[in-house]
């Protein structure tokens, strides 16, 4: 593609390869969650990491905290026989710097009760800052925004 | 899996970050691979829901096994059995519910996501391969060359004709891939509904009407 005097779409966006990582990194992400791999799943952020969302008056900080939390909240879906799956697509991913990348993205949950039916169950947007860390991508910060709220 | 050398850095700016992938954590496909599986399930997917089933017979083996694990109860007369072996029973079960899909007027898209993949390689696996002797895709040894072990979700929105469309579904799906004449296929593929009862998992012994 050639440059024009255009301002780019994107400022830097990652390669190939980093991207294909990023994608599956999510995917495993998503899947951790779904089973409800609480500590696991909170192994995807730095020790130092921060989970903020919309409809959350404060942050949550450091991995302890956020896999405590998210163990207390698979733990309370379990007991209401429900299972989650999120969805994440439409990962727009752009380096920060040479270790670092920040997302931009999509996360769909599904729902289904036990015998029942799926549907929709939250429409959200995402914006991480991706860190390498130990040869692999660990989220050090995360946006979560419910659509609507 | 083997590091990829990475693209080469975008524009020529002495300032800019160097954007060379870094080596991927284990389990972790490098781009090509990645791409072609999702190309695979892409290209499977449609042809199901666009019931051409001839076409995607070929996406399993020969001695594919489907296995279902969903709700009890939903119990059909003519229902395929929850687990399928063969590509013939695996299609006849399909063709059931294609044909019950047209009859009420429906459409049913499969879309899949959250896919991740591995080298197959454990010992269940070097089963099923064992299993697969003469097909060409042996390296000897019950191991398979190049077999991949997938897990991915799928979820089905149904549209009945003049409606409006609804999430008819969310499963979990779970795939051993090989590679035969140059395509990837099914060799064994266990379709998990996320609303069969808990502790379902390894026990598919249910039957379900409506998947095709």
């Known amino acids: 593609m050639t440059q024009t005097e255009a301002a780019p779409v994107t400022a830097a ?56 939390s998210m163990r207390r909240g698979v733990d309370r879906l379990k007991g209401r026989d429900v299972v989650r799956r999120h969805w994440l697509s439409m990962v727009v991913a752009d380096r920060v710097d040479a270790d670092s990348v920040r997302t931009k993205y999509y996360a769909v949950v599904f729902e289904t009760p036990a015998g029942g039916k799926a549907s929709v169950y939250l429409s959200t947007t995402g914006e991480d800052t991706l860190v390498r860390e130990d040869g692999r991508w660990r989220i050090r910060h995360r946006l979560i925004n419910h659509d609507g709220a | 899996m ?41 290209r ?40 399928r072996r063969g590509r013939a029973a695996i299609v006849a079960a399909a063709r059931g519910a294609v044909a019950a899909r047209r009859e009420a007027a429906a459409v049913r898209r499969y879309l899949i996501g959250m896919l991740t993949l ?22 000897g040894a019950g191991t398979c060359a190049g077999a991949l072990r997938t897990r991915y979700r799928a979820v089905l929105l149904q549209t009945p004709e003049g409606g409006a469309p609804e999430v008819y579904l969310s499963t979990t799906g779970r795939d051993v891939l090989v590679r035969q004449d140059g395509d990837w296929r099914v060799r064994h593929r266990i379709n998990s509904h996320d609303n069969a009862p808990a502790g379902s998992a390894g026990a598919p012994t249910r039957k379900d009407p409506d998947h095709g």
């Open chain 2, 44 to 83: 499977q997917a449609q042809l199901l829901g666009e019931g051409r089933l001839d076409q995607w017979a070929l996406t399993f083996t020969e001695d594919a096994v489907f296995e279902q694990e969903a709700q009890a109860g939903r119990v059909w007369t003519g229902n395929a059995p929850s687990a």
């Open chain 1, 13 to 68: 966006p990652v390669d190939a390869e980093t991207y294909a990582q990023i994608v599956q990194f999510y995917s495993h992400h998503m899947q951790l969650l779904d089973n409800a791999e609480a500590e696991e799943w909170a192994d995807g952020f730095t020790e130092d990491g921060v989970f903020a969302q919309n409809v959350k008056p404060e942050p949550t900080r450091g991995r302890d905290t956020i896999a405590a």
């Open chain 2, 2 to 42: 083997a590091p990829e050398g990475g693209g080469p850095a975008a524009g020529s700016g002495g300032t800019a970050p160097p954007v060379t992938a870094p080596s991927p954590a284990p389990g972790t496909a490098p781009a090509a691979l990645y791409a072609e599986v999702e190309r695979f399930y892409a």
């Open chain 2, 118 to 139: 591995s080298p197959a390689t454990d010992a269940a696996t070097d089963a099923a391969m064992d299993a697969a002797a003469g097909t060409g895709t042996e390296t």
